[in-house]
């Protein structure tokens, strides 16, 4: 049996214990309302990490093999030569976004549509171009992986929480709410009892005198 | 026979926390809401689209969805296209509500869910598999709304 709350046995505490029975069924609705969306988010942002997970290995794979030819075609020193032009800072729109109150990073690789190309197209050959493609790919990749790894970890960690909030109020302060109540209604319908008792009583007293 | 009463005044940690922590649940819910929307040819204007919360934070929007969004819709729609669109939860679980204000919300999902949908009383009803699939291709240009009212 649940633990009761101690209250005054009054009409107004039982009142007062009404309502708190009616907010507390509020925020459980709005609770589990907000864990089903949670746990949709969780698994569609469980599904999307594999699949971006998926992607940067293959594209990875990909640009292994692209840049192994390219180096055979234009040896590790040229090729060194003509890569040491391009490297570039690598920019990253940082920004946040909310679900059911979780605050969720949102990244974006910024690129104008233009390749992050440095290197002379004439004396390079289209092995070198093919695995520039793909590194772009790769960091697009990389930066989506980013965002959905953090956003996993926090929709899991929201989640966790908002289960005891809801767990709390299913198992402890509803049935708590629930229990006291009723040991208030049991105790005014026993006064009413006694007082019908007494009044009886009374009246047989009032009789015989 | 009942276990000894608890003195409300002297409740224990735990209730406390308890009681705060569903308080807070309920501050945090909706603070995540955009204080306005706006539309979707000033967001694509914007170096960084983004609108402010309730709770001061920003929501971020991101390009590639803006982009997406304005590739299915004309030119003068996007300048009538308020963003982020809100999801209503509604009191049954399976199923959820955009509020629009009109005919082109309509056809922005119509298009986004390749399929037809009808708005009636500023609300277009979709399910939770479509609601899945809006998500995944508008994470930033949707958001949740926890209406009151839905609470039953």
Known sequence: MPELIRVRPTKIELVKLKRRLILAQRVQKIVKDRLSILTMEFLQTARDTVEAKRKLLDEASKLYKALSVAAGYHGYIAMGKELAATEADLKVTAGSRNIAGVRIPSFELVGNGKPMRGYSLADTSSWLDRAAQLSEECLKAIVELAELQRSFELLAMEINRTKRITNALEYVVIPRLQATISYLNMKFEERDREEKVRLKRVKVLVARG | ?152
């Open chain 2, 1 to 152: 026979m009942p276990k000894p009463l608890q003195d409300e005044a002297k409740q224990s940690p735990y209730e406390k926390m308890l009681q705060e922590s569903v308080r807070g649940e309920l501050r945090i819910v909706n603070a995540g809401l955009p204080k306005t929307q706006e539309r979707l040819a000033n967001l694509l204007n914007e170096k960084y689209p983004h609108v402010v919360c309730h709770d001061g934070s920003t929501h971020s929007f991101k390009k590639s969805e803006l982009e997406y969004l304005a590739s299915i819709i004309d030119t003068d729609e996007q300048k009538a296209l308020a963003l982020p669109m809100l999801i209503e939860l509604g009191p049954n679980q399976g199923e959820a509500a955009i509020i629009c204000e009109g005919k082109l919300e309509e056809k922005t999902i119509s298009k986004v869910l390749n399929m037809p949908v009808t708005c009636e009383q500023r609300r277009i009803r979709i399910y939770r598999p479509q609601l899945a699939l809006l998500r995944r291709k508008l994470k930033t240009t949707t958001v949740y709304v926890f209406s009151p009212k839905t609470v039953t």
